[in-house]
């Protein structure tokens, strides 16, 4: 029968070929459904839910919890793809087809929490794979997650994708008005269509990402928003962040946060074949942009930084005040790349303007790309 191999003694099947059990600890099961073509969850009982941010991470917060590895919404650019490999999968398809699926992490997490050691530090969730995919609704970890948290009044932040957010958002308003500490951010790099299906192809639609913003404002929380990544050549255009800009204002937005593309690891093959294949006049100048290593060249990200202050202070998020300065030092002659200059120019002219630069003051920090 077509279920029969939801059964806990049919272990192995959906495992790759070749693969060895040994690498995943913990394995109950692998488990294929119908509602899920071509795709095999892992389920493990972990050994441990709170996973503690190395010290030397920029990031604010130093513990996450991840309930799932890999992710349905098969992003060609996520940053989180190479740590498939630690699992001695690949960082390509089985990152978007072998989910490990940690069934034992809410218990996991309350006896963690109810340490006398642990300090109620900040959590974040979210921070790898995203924690509403869409498997979340087949295992429904995540309301078990926030229960637990909020209990041991544990401060917790959700970053998300996923539009099954909503289910939990009562749960959220309740923690939020009887006190503890909840932040929800959404993460929307395109508001076009036609690029979202092809790059984003397991998420939500942009128009769904925009109406879950509204909701959660309608739920009575604060709602910002991860504009990330901003693809060079791609999503990096004035009209193309204005428009974005302008429907998160209208979604009523609270506050908005800038990334450029970065490509670590085996992820840069990887959106170079996607270029390839969907932007092929892009593959080479995306060879250039990152010719010498992960993140775009620093005048690339100040012409970002430029174009992007006036925008977000048009639509209301960020004091005026502050971006009225930061365009002043961007385009004066030793500040930045210049009024009307392409991304191309700015890289191109670079290296003289970076020695041009040294006296002048740092840009204000509220057009630097930061993470929620």
């Given at each position: 029968?077509?279920?029969?191999?939801?059964?806990?003694?049919?272990?192995?099947?959906?495992?790759?070929?070749?693969?060895?059990?040994?690498?995943?600890?913990?394995?109950?099961?692998?488990?294929?459904?119908?509602?899920?073509?071509?795709?095999?969850?892992?389920?493990?009982?972990?050994?441990?839910?709170?996973?503690?941010?190395?010290?030397?991470?920029?990031?604010?917060?130093?513990?996450?919890?991840?309930?799932?590895?890999?992710?349905?919404?098969?992003?060609?650019?996520?940053?989180?793809?190479?740590?498939?490999?630690?699992?001695?999968?690949?960082?390509?398809?089985?990152?978007?087809?072998?989910?490990?699926?940690?069934t034992n992490v809410v218990e996991v997490?309350?006896?963690?929490?109810?340490?006398?050691?642990?300090?109620?530090?900040?959590?974040?969730?979210?921070?790898?794979?995203?924690?509403?995919?869409?498997?979340?609704?087949?295992?429904?970890?995540?309301?078990?997650?926030?229960?637990?948290?909020?209990?041991?009044?544990?401060?917790?932040?959700?970053?998300?994708?996923?539009?099954?957010?909503?289910?939990?958002?009562?749960?959220?308003?309740?923690?939020?008005?009887?006190?503890?500490?909840?932040?929800?951010?959404?993460?929307?790099?395109?508001?076009?269509?036609?690029?979202?299906?092809?790059?984003?192809?397991?998420?939500?639609?942009?128009?769904?990402?925009?109406?879950?913003?509204?909701?959660?404002?309608?739920?009575?929380?604060?709602?910002?928003?991860?504009?990330?990544?901003?693809?060079?050549?791609?999503?990096?255009?004035?009209?193309?962040?204005?428009?974005?800009?302008?429907?998160?204002?209208?979604?009523?937005?609270?506050?908005?946060?800038?990334?450029?593309?970065?490509?670590?690891?085996?992820?840069?093959?990887?959106?170079?074949?996607?270029?390839?294949?969907?932007?092929?006049?892009?593959?080479?100048?995306?060879?250039?942009?990152?010719?010498?290593?992960?993140?775009?060249?620093?005048?690339?990200?100040?012409?970002?930084?430029?174009?992007?202050?006036?925008?977000?202070?048009?639509?209301?998020?960020?004091?005026?005040?502050?971006?009225?300065?930061?365009?002043?030092?961007?385009?004066?002659?030793?500040?930045?790349?210049?009024?009307?200059?392409?991304?191309?120019?700015?890289?191109?002219?670079?290296?003289?303007?970076?020695?041009?630069s040294t006296s002048a003051p740092p840009?204000?920090?509220?057009?630097?790309?930061?993470?929620?």
């Amino acid at each position: 029968m077509r279920w029969d191999g939801q059964k806990v003694e049919a272990a192995s099947d959906g495992v790759l070929p070749g693969m060895d059990l040994r690498t995943l600890p913990g394995l109950v099961r692998s488990v294929r459904t119908p509602e899920f073509a071509g795709v095999t969850f892992h389920e493990v009982l972990c050994r441990s839910a709170l996973n503690r941010v190395p010290d030397a991470s920029s990031v604010p917060f130093r513990w996450t919890v991840n309930p799932m590895r890999g992710c349905l919404h098969a992003c060609a650019y996520c940053f989180a793809r190479p740590t498939h490999e630690y699992l001695d999968l690949g960082a390509g398809r089985d990152f978007e087809s072998q989910i490990v699926v940690k069934t034992n992490v809410v218990e996991v997490l309350r006896a963690e929490l109810g340490r006398r050691s642990w300090r109620r530090e900040h959590v974040a969730l979210g921070t790898n794979t995203d924690p509403y995919q869409r498997a979340e609704g087949r295992y429904r970890l995540m309301p078990g997650i926030l229960e637990a948290l909020a209990a041991s009044g544990t401060p917790l932040s959700v970053l998300t994708k996923g539009t099954l957010l909503r289910r939990d958002l009562p749960l959220l308003s309740d923690v939020a008005t009887s006190g503890g500490s909840v932040a929800v951010s959404i993460s929307l790099a395109t508001v076009d269509d036609e690029l979202q299906r092809v790059l984003e192809p397991g998420t939500p639609t942009p128009r769904a990402r925009l109406e879950l913003v509204r909701a959660v404002r309608e739920a009575g929380l604060t709602c910002g928003v991860l504009v990330a990544p901003v693809l060079p050549w791609l999503t990096d255009s004035e009209e193309h962040l204005d428009a974005l800009l302008a429907a998160l204002a209208d979604a009523g937005a609270t506050g908005v946060s800038v990334m450029a593309l970065h490509l670590r690891g085996a992820v840069k093959p990887l959106m170079e074949d996607w270029l390839r294949t969907h932007r092929p006049g892009l593959l080479a100048r995306y060879r250039r942009l990152y010719g010498r290593g992960a993140y775009t060249p620093e005048e690339y990200r100040r012409w970002l930084d430029a174009r992007v202050a006036p925008l977000l202070a048009r639509h209301g998020f960020a004091d005026p005040r502050e971006h009225r300065a930061w365009r002043a030092a961007a385009t004066s002659p030793s500040g930045g790349p210049a009024v009307g200059e392409t991304a191309d120019e700015a890289v191109a002219a670079g290296a003289g303007r970076a020695r041009a630069s040294t006296s002048a003051p740092p840009p204000p920090a509220i057009a630097s790309p930061t993470l929620f």
